[in-house]
């Protein structure tokens, strides 16, 4: 392996689809609130990877955990 790579192993795939309802809008706040909580752990951390279709949210979903850790500081 080149200098400065290493290899990741997915171990989890989360599908993000956004749309609008209150079922939609529950499963977004559970992955932020995952994707927070993944950040919090500090014992174990973790690369994490956000892919999808072209518009369909992923960076949103980034600027609202960006939001709420700020909130909490």
């Given at each position: 392996?080149?200098?400065g790579?290493?290899?990741?192993?997915?171990?989890?795939?989360?599908?993000?689809?956004?749309?609008l309802?209150?079922?939609?809008?529950?499963?977004?706040?559970?992955l932020?609130?995952?994707?927070?909580?993944?950040?919090?752990?500090?014992?174990q951390?973790?690369?994490?990877?956000i892919y999808?279709?072209?518009?369909?949210?992923?960076?949103?979903?980034?600027?609202?955990?960006?939001?709420?850790l700020q909130?909490?500081?």
């Amino acid at each position: 392996m080149p200098h400065g790579t290493e290899q990741v192993k997915i171990t989890r795939a989360i599908p993000v689809r956004i749309a609008l309802g209150e079922i939609q809008r529950q499963f977004i706040d559970q992955l932020i609130n995952e994707l927070i909580n993944l950040y919090r752990n500090k014992k174990q951390r973790k690369v994490i990877v956000i892919y999808g279709q072209k518009r369909a949210g992923k960076s949103s979903i980034l600027y609202h955990v960006q939001q709420r850790l700020q909130e909490e500081n």
